[in-house]
DNA sequence: GTATTTGTAACTATTCTTGTTACAGTTATG
DNA sequence: CATAACTGTAACAAGAATAGTTACAAATAC
């Protein structure tokens, strides 16, 4: 798979709009950081600002800014906003063969797993805020 | 992303494996449950063959078998088995620009914050066997 | 008004998963 | 012991998602 880093680079973008108080930040400059295009990093910063994380200015002397501190910021929040559909493990691509037993019956199951492992993720990420993010940066 | 469903596609063999005891049951019956194809089965029964999970016998009148029984098969076992490199969110694709501070620190923090979520939804798994998943199946 | 910056569309490249064909090796069974 | 039935696996094609790139319209500070 093109494995999904879009939750990492989101994480690593609102690092350094925190970093970066209330100054706006062009995604030129993220983009630099992050090691990648522009584009990429504006895409990101979209799903960001649907989300009200960040604060967007477009023409001269624009860029973007933190929408609250990073301590009312958790990564639960970022999460969803890079990934909104994200799932930890996939179901079957095609459904099952509805004539078997175990066809007609197992997705239900796999549906409920699946369901409560995100859960588990998602209880995980609510735990830190950006704050933690930035001051784990600032400690190595 | 092509979805990986390989996780689920393995609890749906081993649930068919379950519900057939001791017989040997073919890639072939499998593939027809889970509609696919044999080779795709038999690729994940390797895996499972590897972790000691299931046992396999060549020829005719071959098949597979659980090498266990379900209560002594939890499905931590089989996620490692179905997918060793299993990762919850993927770091980044290039590494950052190391001459920026974020940059050059924040893969660690990430890394960090990855293993957790990797373990919290291990612990979760580590929680379900086998058995549970087939009583799931049946009480439908 | 001009330079700068975001937002976004459109397309290509890359990478991973899944599907398919083919065939060597193994084994039960008549 | 020949044959049919299976697994194991390689090799490749197809499919699907992410990431990178170019281009340009729209917005805005100065």
Redesign the pocket.
Same mark, same amino acid.
């Given at each position: 798979? +093109?494995? @999904?880093? #879009?939750f990492a $680079?989101a994480v690593h973008i609102l690092a350094m709009l925190a970093k970066s108080c209330e100054e @706006? $930040?062009?995604?030129?400059c993220i983009a630099a950081s992050v090691? *990648? @295009? +522009? $584009? $990429?990093i /504006? /895409?990101l %910063?979209?799903g960001l #600002?649907q989300a009200k994380l960040v604060v967007? #200015? *477009? &023409? +001269?002397? &624009? &860029? *973007?800014r933190l929408a609250r501190q990073p301590e009312n910021i958790n990564l639960l929040e970022v999460y969803r906003a890079a %990934?909104p559909?994200a799932e930890v493990f996939?179901l079957h691509? #095609?459904t099952p063969n509805q004539k078997c037993f175990i066809g007609k019956n197992i997705s239900k199951v796999l549906e409920n797993l699946q369901a409560e492992i995100d859960e588990a993720v998602e209880e995980k990420l609510l735990r830190y805020s950006l704050a933690d993010v930035l001051e784990s940066v600032e400690r190595k």
């Open positions: 798979m +093109a494995a @999904n880093s #879009q $680079v @706006n $930040v062009k995604s030129d090691n *990648t @295009n +522009a $584009v $990429v /504006r /895409r %910063l979209c #600002q967007s #200015q *477009t &023409g +001269a002397n &624009g &860029g *973007t %990934l559909h996939a691509r #095609q």
